[in-house]
């Protein structure tokens, strides 16, 4: 089966760091996409980073684009992303995805689209204090 675990989440005050993981198995790794989604209470599940085969393409949402980086080691099967000047605005419950339905001629929109991805992990919370 499809496996995917975060890990890395914790408290910590507003301009400081964090580094989540997501370990995957049960599937090629190196030919999916995989991307984090992160909800806070009360608000709709939303993108904040993707990333392509090999790295070959990544994708921020504007909210962060700066201030995270999305990046995988193919060796060890796992996905990370890089939380750096941390706001309490990045509240929220993180969760690593992959799809085995966007491809290389998708639509932008699609890697940005929580109904495309198809397999989730079970996410990991990030506290911001401020």
């Known amino acids: 089966q499809v496996q995917l675990v975060e890990s890395g989440g914790g408290l910590v005050q507003a301009g400081g760091s964090l580094r989540l993981s997501c370990a995957a198995s049960?599937?090629?790794?190196?030919?999916?996409?995989m991307a984090w989604f992160r909800q806070a209470p009360g608000k709709e599940r939303e993108f904040v980073a993707a990333?392509?085969?090999?790295?070959?393409?990544?994708y921020y949402a504007d909210s962060v684009k700066g201030r995270f980086t999305i990046l995988r080691d193919n060796a060890k099967n796992t996905v990370y992303l890089q939380m750096n000047s941390l706001k309490s605005e990045d509240t929220a419950v993180y969760y690593c995805?992959?799809?085995?339905?966007?491809?290389?001629?998708?639509?932008?929109?699609?890697?940005?689209?929580?109904?495309?991805?198809?397999?989730w992990g079970q996410g990991t919370q990030v506290t911001v204090s401020s």
């Open positions: 995805a992959t799809s085995t339905t966007i491809f290389v001629n998708s639509p932008t929109i699609s890697v940005t689209t929580p109904g495309r991805y198809d397999y």
């Open positions: 049960g599937l090629t790794f190196t030919r999916f996409p």
């Open positions: 990333i392509r085969r090999s790295g070959a393409s990544t």
